[in-house]
């Protein structure tokens, strides 16, 4: 059974920073492309960062280009959220998820590639 784990959520200030870390178990991590998502309080999920299996190409979405970046250990199954210069829109559940691929050039539409999700951590960023 593949499992999904993030961790590192929690309430921080404007400006501040967060890493979120996420590993996977029960599945051959460098197989998969890892994701981040978030969905906000009476919004859609949306789409944040992914890289592929081997690190070599990252997206991100546009609202966190030059602020989050991701990152992976392949010999460790984790994959990891710096979240730096967070905003109070940056507010929300963050997903990590093993997706099939990453799609070139952006992270919308990434979902239907979801092969296992997690839980889902929260990030409150306060003004």
């Known amino acids: 059974q593949v499992q999904v784990m993030e961790s590192g959520g929690g309430s921080v200030q404007a400006g501040g920073s967060l890493r979120l870390s996420c590993t996977v178990s029960g599945a051959v991590f460098d197989d998969y492309g890892m994701a981040w998502f978030r969905q906000a309080p009476g919004k859609e999920r949306e789409g944040v960062s992914c890289?592929?299996?081997?690190?070599?190409?990252?997206q991100y979405a546009e609202s966190v280009q030059g602020r989050f970046s991701t990152s992976r250990d392949n010999s460790k199954n984790i994959v990891y959220l710096q979240m730096n210069n967070l905003k109070p829109e940056d507010t929300a559940t963050y997903y990590c998820a093993a997706a099939q691929t990453c799609l070139a050039d952006t992270v919308q539409g990434l979902d239907v590639w979801v092969d296992h999700w997690g839980q889902g951590t929260q990030v409150i960023v306060t003004s």
């Open positions: 890289i592929t299996w081997n690190g070599a190409e990252i």
